[in-house]
């Protein structure tokens, strides 16, 4: 069986977008108690703005919070963004939260104020968003439109929320980052639709 869900019945893959995301949070969790326990030696993973440096944190900052209350914001969006994006296949997954992940990172890098430390899941949590938000409309699948409309029902007031910049202590920056990149993996990674065979009668 593919890891991009060819072949797959919905229930296994509903099995494994459940698996993948339960293990990414327990991750984040793990992590913060690691970070917490060496007295936040893992804040250091963090993105310090146009500090050559700092790049390579890019993508661990995705994995790194600055204390529990900050996982714990994270936690439920993370677990079903991430889950009902995976039902598309793990792979494809994979790929759009590298290509979130990696994007976010840099322009938090580039554009976010100097001496700052910017870390947490939420750059790519607003992207899974806004990938979510748009993808049915790109592929023009009616399933996935539904879907869009109903976390945008849910989701989208605490999204425009997070995109203000009057908010201290939070970088709007990666979650308008994160937002964008998320809509241009729907366009990235949208799914062909399958030709149809032509009949005569």
């Known amino acids: 069986m593919s890891g991009t869900g060819l072949g797959w019945s919905q229930g296994d893959r509903a099995k494994a977008a459940a698996k993948l995301m339960?293990?990414?949070?327990?991750?984040?969790?793990?992590?913060?108690?690691?970070?917490?326990?060496?007295?936040?030696?893992?804040?250091?993973?963090?993105?310090?703005?146009?500090?050559?440096?700092?790049?390579?944190?890019?993508?661990?900052?995705?994995f790194i919070h600055f204390g529990f209350a900050h996982v714990a914001a994270n936690t439920v969006p993370l677990l079903v963004f991430g889950f009902l994006a995976a039902l598309g296949g793990i792979r494809r997954f994979v790929a759009i939260s590298a290509l979130i992940?990696?994007?976010?990172?840099?322009?938090?890098?580039?554009?976010?104020?100097?001496?700052?430390?910017?870390?947490?899941?939420?750059?790519?949590?607003?992207?899974?968003f806004g990938f979510l938000l748009v993808s049915g409309f790109v592929e023009r699948r009616a399933v996935g439109i539904v879907v869009g409309l109903l976390i945008g029902a849910v989701w989208g007031?605490?999204?425009?929320?997070?995109?203000?910049?009057?908010?201290?202590?939070?970088?709007?920056?990666?979650?308008?980052?994160?937002?964008?990149?998320?809509?241009?993996?729907?366009?990235?990674?949208?799914?062909?639709?399958?030709?149809r065979t032509a009949l005569t009668s």
């Open 22 to 62: 339960v293990g990414w949070v327990a991750l984040l969790w793990l992590l913060e108690v690691v970070d917490v326990v060496s007295g936040h030696a893992l804040d250091s993973l963090g993105i310090i703005p146009r500090e050559p440096s700092e790049l390579i944190d890019i993508v661990p900052a995705a």
């Open 101 to 128: 992940i990696v994007a976010d990172g840099l322009g938090v890098w580039l554009i976010s104020p100097a001496h700052t430390n910017t870390a947490g899941a939420s750059g790519l949590i607003f992207g899974l």
């Open 157 to 195: 007031t605490s999204i425009l929320l997070g995109l203000a910049p009057t908010q201290s202590g939070v970088s709007w920056q990666a979650h308008l980052i994160g937002l964008a990149a998320g809509v241009g993996a729907a366009f990235v990674f949208r799914r062909r639709p399958t030709p």
